[in-house]
């Protein structure tokens, strides 16, 4: 394991690319015409061992830049931007963003917070990885993979919560997790976690919070099996995790459109329990007519 983190280190950070434009500190390049990503403030090789960054402090990404009198729309976080900024402490990302790309925050030691947009789509491998003062970070709501080495060895990491669109974990991506205490797993089928997504010793401390009917599937499935402790999820856990009653489609909002999908799951439901949650409007724990008056009670009150 130690040989291969150190290739994919060298391999994202041997070489950065150079900016197209430096506005208050932060550094760009372009996409086009009209969008812009953030990106390293030159080409540096960690054979060399030349310095990394300037990024130190707290840094806030914001939504649009201003060059040339053109406004470009800042949309990503590009590969190893941040890479090797161990005087970062604090990133925050404006809404516009939709991705994390590879190695983005790789050996950022001293941060501590990331402010994650609900509108981030994908972290890639080795985003956050050996971010050791990392105390919470956010996955993207609809992530259905979790990238080799996203998270190895956030070693201030106490909890997190695997939406419940995840299907897969890769290998690493989970790993060295020495202060965690509790993995919220949001999804009603084991996602495929492949062998070494987690160290066998934060499975022994680490207890799994999992959808209550499906407690047995986890208790019976490769590595998930090897937690200690396997709790079902309380209506706090949901909550506490920004599930919303009547947000049925986990859109960030209570609107018609989840009105015209309860009408579909009262005639059949679907085995998704993050989708059964949000549509037991009233949490009487019964799907039914009484959960869609309820609803559109609440929606006709709005107008």
Sequence with gaps: ??????????VCCGMLHAYDVEVDGVYYGFF????????HPGEWSIVDAQPAAAYTGEIIIPETITYNGRTYTVVSVGASAFAGCDGLTAVQLPSSVRAISGCAFLGCTSLR????PATIQAFSSCAFMGCTSLQQVTLPRHTEMIESLALYCCASLTSLALPHTVRAISQGA???????????????VPPVAEHGAFTPADQQRCILHVPADALHLYQESPLWSDFCRI???TDEDYTGHNYRRGDINDDGSIDVEDLHLLRRLIVSLPDDAA??????VNGDGKVNAIDYVTLAREQSGKR
Aim: charged fraction near 15%; hydrophobic fraction near 55%.
């Design 275 to 280: 989708v059964r949650w949000a549509a037991d």
């Design 231 to 233: 709790v079902a999820l």
């Design 174 to 188: 989970l790993e060295h997790l020495p202060a965690m205490t509790d993995l919220y797993c949001f999804s009603s």
């Design 113 to 116: 917070q990331v402010s994650v």
């Design 32 to 39: 086009g015409t009209r969008r812009a990503y953030v990106t």
């Design 1 to 10: 394991m130690r040989v291969w983190v150190l290739a994919l280190f060298t």
